[in-house]
């Protein structure tokens, strides 16, 4: 696709349900990551994966999250037994290169709501 | 999580003005990037920088990388409406890992009242 795709647009979660959010990157982009930006604050790293290689998941606050990208293409970030601390906009961006040195394109977002 | 120092963390503009916004860390960098964000979108990424010292312009906006490596400032000449957003900054370290990009918390530009 033209841009990087993330759905849904929008997750609103009862605390303790389990969600999964999507990322479509651009066509052919080997680099994919995943950040976290709390309301008024910066995004923040959670894990990066080369082709469907996961490189680094050091960001990821816990081991409720998990991430994964089987094919090398569309990636899925799972977020199990959610807590309100986890309510967040969770972007995703690709790159053509490897890493983000050069940096990249990010998609839209997913707000996730848990109440 | 690690964040780079960013100031201001929010100003006014009135049309026409110049403005300057600048990022600090504590940690030595081998890029620095400016992001914009808008309401309900992803950040789009304005400016690159690789080299300390480096001064590079994109239309209105220019970007220096700091000698030291630990700062970086982006200017805007001659503001329009559409430059309200906020504006992040972004470091990596080569001895870290290639996906991670560390931002700042964001100045938010907005427009005089």
């Known amino acids: 696709g033209a841009g990087v795709s993330q759905s849904p647009r929008y997750k609103v979660a009862k605390r303790g349900q389990d969600v999964a959010l999507r990322c479509d990157p651009i066509s052919g982009h080997v680099s994919l990551f995943w950040y976290q930006q709390a309301l008024g604050q910066g995004p923040e790293f959670l894990t990066y994966f080369q082709n469907e290689a996961q490189l680094d998941k050091s960001g990821l606050p816990s081991d409720r999250f998990f991430a994964e990208r089987p094919e090398g293409s569309v990636s899925t970030l799972k977020i199990q037994r959610t807590q309100q601390e986890d309510s967040a906009v969770y972007l995703c961006?690709?790159?053509?290169?490897?890493?983000?040195?050069?940096?990249?394109?990010f998609g839209s977002g997913t707000r996730l709501t848990v109440v | 999580g690690q964040q780079l120092n960013q100031s201001p963390q929010s100003m006014f503009i009135q049309e026409g003005e110049d403005v300057s916004m600048n990022c600090t860390s504590s940690s030595i960098f081998n890029t620095w990037l400016w992001y914009k964000q808008d309401p309900g979108e992803g950040p789009v990424l304005l400016i690159a920088?690789?080299?300390?010292?480096e001064l590079t312009s994109n239309g209105r906006l220019t970007a220096q990388f700091g000698i030291t490596r630990k700062d970086s400032f982006l200017n805007i000449s001659a503001s329009i409406p559409s430059d309200v957003g906020i504006y992040f900054c972004a470091g990596m370290n080569y001895g870290g890992s290639q996906g991670n990009l560390i931002f700042g918390k964001g100045t938010k530009l907005s427009v005089k009242p």
């Open positions: 920088l690789y080299k300390a010292g």
């Open positions: 961006a690709s790159s053509s290169g490897q890493g983000a040195i050069y940096g990249y394109t």
